[in-house]
């Protein structure tokens, strides 16, 4: 019989396990601790259980672990890691350090399907979903490496759009905030737009921040840069964002990235400013990170600043996001796995 992997388990099916082994109930806790806490590689790791016990579970289950592939580190700081899943799959999580923050910025699938025009992820295609514990184990990985510095806040922005693996999402937060202990207001979730998908998170998941990739403010624009636009138009995207609840003093960051010619014009900005009215929200301003073979560009300093200016003068936050992580392809958009 093929081994049961603890950490692809609910706390609820893991709390069965236990029970169906015979088991009293705090060893569930125990092993809870121990995983998601501790960070144990292995179930022989667990010291707190004697070796019989430990043999003993080792005869029916094991704990999976990320296999780390590589890892490079850019001259600003940030930090690439690239992963290895069990069926040879890859995915990659970005460390970003920024004054008394490290983010980790993990990734939610495999690929992305969503085929934005400007994104290479989006280009390479979608291979799969993440599992939960896929997810959450990229924390738990990384944690590891980079001990005694602690991980202080979570982003959803790598490979993936993350509400189309909407139900593996909303485990792997329960883990991350329930487990693992992270604070729901330390964790942002970025989406392309899933309208639907962002009512249904306020209902499911533990109380995260919500970051929506907007990057056009006509239709016509964003259905061909974002085909996601094509079924859930700015109208309904709008509205699921300004319904969205927010915890006291949050905002909802709205991420616009800027390519030259296409949405970064003055009339841009000022329907920006009309769209987000009456949202709180502040706006993350990325100037395209070009690559090889894309078709956009960036656009000049000069308009960056304009761009900026226009929203500012409207009272509204906006602050300018230069990618990190450009010399080692860590930066936004840029995560493609090349090991092979
Ligand atoms: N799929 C989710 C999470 C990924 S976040 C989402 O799209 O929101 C990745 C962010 O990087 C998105 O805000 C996207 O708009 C931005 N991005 C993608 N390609 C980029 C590029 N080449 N230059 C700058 N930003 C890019
Ligand atoms: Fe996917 Fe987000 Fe890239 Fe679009 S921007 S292709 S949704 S990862």
Same mark, same amino acid.
């Given at each position: 019989?093929?081994?049961?992997?603890?950490?692809?388990?609910?706390?609820?099916?893991?709390?069965? $396990?236990?029970?169906? @082994?015979?088991?009293?109930?705090?060893?569930?806790?125990?092993?809870?601790?121990?995983?998601?806490?501790?960070? +144990?590689? @292995?179930?022989?790791?667990? /010291?707190?259980?004697?070796?019989?016990?430990?043999?003993?579970?080792?005869?029916?289950?094991?704990?999976?672990?990320?296999?780390?592939?590589?890892? &490079?580190?850019? +001259?600003?700081?940030?930090?690439?890691?690239?992963?290895?899943?069990?069926?040879?799959?890859?995915?990659? @999580?970005?460390?970003?350090?920024?004054?008394? &923050?490290? %983010?980790?910025?993990?990734?939610?699938?495999?690929?992305?399907?969503?085929?934005?025009? $400007?994104?290479? %992820?989006? *280009?390479?295609?979608?291979?799969?979903?993440?599992?939960?514990?896929?997810?959450?184990?990229?924390?738990?990985? +990384?944690?590891?490496? !980079?001990?005694?510095?602690?991980?202080?806040?979570?982003?959803?922005?790598?490979?993936?759009?993350?509400?189309?693996? $909407?139900?593996? +999402? #909303?485990?792997?937060?329960?883990?991350?905030?329930?487990?693992?202990?992270?604070?729901?207001?330390?964790?942002?979730?970025? /989406?392309?737009? !899933?309208?639907?998908?962002?009512?249904?998170?306020?209902?499911?998941?533990?109380? #995260?921040?919500? *970051?929506?990739?907007?990057?056009?403010?006509?239709?016509?624009?964003?259905?061909?840069?974002?085909? #996601?636009?094509?079924?859930?138009?700015?109208?309904?995207?709008?509205? *699921?964002?300004?319904? $969205?609840?927010?915890?006291?003093?949050?905002?909802?960051?709205?991420?616009?990235?800027?390519?030259?010619?296409?949405?970064?014009?003055?009339?841009?900005?000022?329907?920006? #400013?009309?769209?987000?009215?009456?949202?709180? @929200?502040?706006v993350n301003v990325i100037p395209f990170n070009p690559y090889p073979g894309s078709e956009f560009k960036r656009p000049d300093e000069k308009s960056v600043m304009g761009f900026q200016n226009i929203l500012l003068n409207a009272h509204m936050t906006a602050i300018i996001r230069k990618s990190k992580g450009q010399d080692i392809s860590a930066a936004c958009g840029q995560l493609k796995a090349r090991y092979l």
């Amino acid at each position: 019989m093929a081994k049961i992997n603890l950490k692809a388990l609910s706390k609820q099916e893991l709390e069965s $396990f236990i029970k169906e @082994s015979g088991l009293p109930a705090f060893r569930a806790k125990q092993l809870l601790h121990w995983i998601y806490e501790r960070h +144990v590689r @292995s179930i022989s790791d667990i /010291t707190e259980l004697s070796k019989d016990l430990r043999e003993r579970l080792e005869g029916k289950a094991y704990i999976s672990n990320l296999a780390m592939l590589d890892r &490079r580190t850019s +001259v600003d700081g940030t930090e690439k890691f690239l992963f290895g899943l069990e069926d040879s799959e890859s995915i990659e @999580s970005v460390l970003i350090p920024d004054k008394d &923050r490290l %983010t980790l910025c993990i990734s939610s699938q495999a690929g992305c399907a969503m085929v934005c025009r $400007f994104c290479l %992820t989006g *280009a390479m295609g979608f291979r799969r979903n993440l599992q939960p514990h896929e997810i959450s184990d990229q924390i738990i990985a +990384v944690g590891r490496l !980079i001990g005694p510095r602690k991980i202080t806040n979570i982003v959803f922005m790598g490979m993936g759009e993350p509400l189309a693996n $909407f139900d593996n +999402v #909303v485990e792997a937060l329960r883990r991350i905030t329930g487990q693992m202990k992270i604070s729901p207001n330390r964790i942002t979730l970025s /989406t392309s737009g !899933i309208a639907p998908k962002i009512t249904e998170l306020a209902v499911k998941a533990p109380k #995260v921040k919500l *970051a929506v990739s907007l990057n056009a403010t006509t239709d016509a624009v964003r259905d061909y840069i974002m085909p #996601v636009n094509r079924k859930w138009p700015l109208k309904a995207l709008m509205e *699921a964002c300004r319904n $969205f609840p927010l915890p006291a003093r949050s905002r909802v960051t709205f991420e616009y990235v800027l390519l030259k010619g296409v949405n970064d014009t003055p009339d841009d900005a000022k329907r920006l #400013v009309g769209l987000l009215k009456g949202i709180p @929200s502040k706006v993350n301003v990325i100037p395209f990170n070009p690559y090889p073979g894309s078709e956009f560009k960036r656009p000049d300093e000069k308009s960056v600043m304009g761009f900026q200016n226009i929203l500012l003068n409207a009272h509204m936050t906006a602050i300018i996001r230069k990618s990190k992580g450009q010399d080692i392809s860590a930066a936004c958009g840029q995560l493609k796995a090349r090991y092979l």
